[in-house]
Structures are given as structure tokens and as C-alpha cells.
């Protein structure tokens, strides 16, 4: 099926410290979604974002938080500065209007 | 907004036998239904997609069912073999571009040789 690109599998870094993780979804979808799972359980909605404009973000979506899709490249999200809590896996999906998400194989980021 | 309730939380099942994860949901108009598996340390792979005026729904040694009146949605794996050992969740989403799917928290199947 439609493959989303997730790129760094791993990263540790020092809280305090700025992190960008970054998504290449699939070629022909509108519609990016960051998403945050702690410990292999619930998937918690983050953001969703179309037309170069976040439509809607969680709670957990904190001030820390920005996402973009310059020029059509990678859809990031960047998280600055880092807190322990944010140690978790982030999904990013993609999906076409009213569709299916797919989703990539997720960022696991440490924070220590 | 939508409350996506799934359960059991955790499922061990023999090889052989068959499992049955449940999602209630509660917005009426809810339109598009998922059904995504888990496989230790990966992303969540589409397993079906379902659509409110689809009742039901057979996959690959699997039925999706859905109850609109109940609403709830149903995963049944009949024949449970141990690579079906994962984690499985429902998603429920609205019709139109803009809405997000909301996510049960997950069911944990263990399937024993």
C-alpha cells in the first residue's frame, strides 16, 4: 500500500535541546497528521494540518510545538525546547480528503 | 465529541481459536470506520476500511461488522494464528476532509501456539 516516510527511526537528545522529526507522505494526499504514542497504547491526536494551515490540535499539541510543510518537502514537527514528557513515538499519517490515513512506521524519540 | 470505546484491553487466545475486539462509538453520524494492527516497534497497518452502509464486511481470515443501531463496530478473527499477535485498534471518523479519526486505545492480542 501508500507508504509515509518517517525519518529519524531513533533519536535520543537532551531535554532543553530543539528536535525536528520529519515525514514524507505519500505523493498525491492533502491532509498530515502528527500523532503520539507512549508505551505501545493509545494513539493520542496531536495536530492536522491542509493547505499549508494547521486545522485543528490537541490539548497535548503544547506552545513547544510547531508543525510545517515548506514548499511541499517534508512535513515536520518540531518540537522546542524538548521535556521529558515528550518522550514518546510520533506517527505522522497522510491521507487524501475524507479518506484512509496511512500512517509511517513512527519516530522514537527519547528524551533525557 | 466522538467517544471511541474499545474493548477487551488485552486478548489471549489459543491458535486455532477466535478473537473478538468490540468499538462503541457514540456520534450518530459517524461515516468511515478503520480497523489498523500494530506489530511490535512499526506503524499501524490498514487492515479495513469500512463505510456506514456496509454491514458486513470479510477481510483476510477476518470479518468486520458493523451495528449502526448499537453502534458499535466489531473485529472478528476466526482461526487465530500467532502472527496475528499484535496490538489492534478501531478508528470512527465523520464524512468530510477536514474531521480526524478518533482512536480506541487499543486491544493487546497474544495468540499461543
Partial sequence: GPKVLQIPSHQIIDMGQMVTLNCDPVSNHLYFYWYKQILG?????LVNF???????????????????????????????????????????ASSRPGNTLYFGEGSRLIVV | ?????????????????????I??????????FFWYKQEPGAGLQLLMKVFSSTEINEGQGF???????????????????????????????????????????????????
Fill in chain 1, 41 to 45: 497504547q493509545q494513539m493520542e491526536f
Fill in chain 1, 50 to 92: 491542509y493547505n499549508g494551515k494547521v486545522m485543528e490540535k490537541s490539548k497535548l499539541f503544547k506552545d513547544q510545538f510547531s508543525v510545517e510543510r515548506p514548499d511541499g518537502s517534508y512535513f515536520t514537527l518540531k518540537i522546542q525546547p524538548t521535556a521529558l514528557e515528550d518522550s514518546a513515538v510520533y506517527f505522522c
Fill in chain 2, 1 to 21: 465529541g466522538e467517544q471511541v470505546e474499545q474493548r477487551p484491553p488485552h486478548l489471549s487466545v489459543r491458535e486455532g481459536d477466535s478473537a473478538v475486539i
Fill in chain 2, 23 to 32: 468499538c462503541t462509538y457514540t456520534d450518530p453520524n459517524s461515516y468511515y
Fill in chain 2, 63 to 113: 470479518t468486520v461488522l458493523l451495528n449502526k443501531k448499537d453502534k458499535q463496530l466489531s473485529l472478528n478473527l476466526t482461526a487465530a494464528h500467532p502472527g496475528d499477535s499484535a496490538v489492534y485498534f478501531c478508528a470512527v471518523r465523520l464524512r468530510g476532509g477536514n474531521y480526524k479519526p478518533t482512536f480506541g486505545k487499543g486491544t493487546s492480542l497474544v495468540v499461543h501456539p
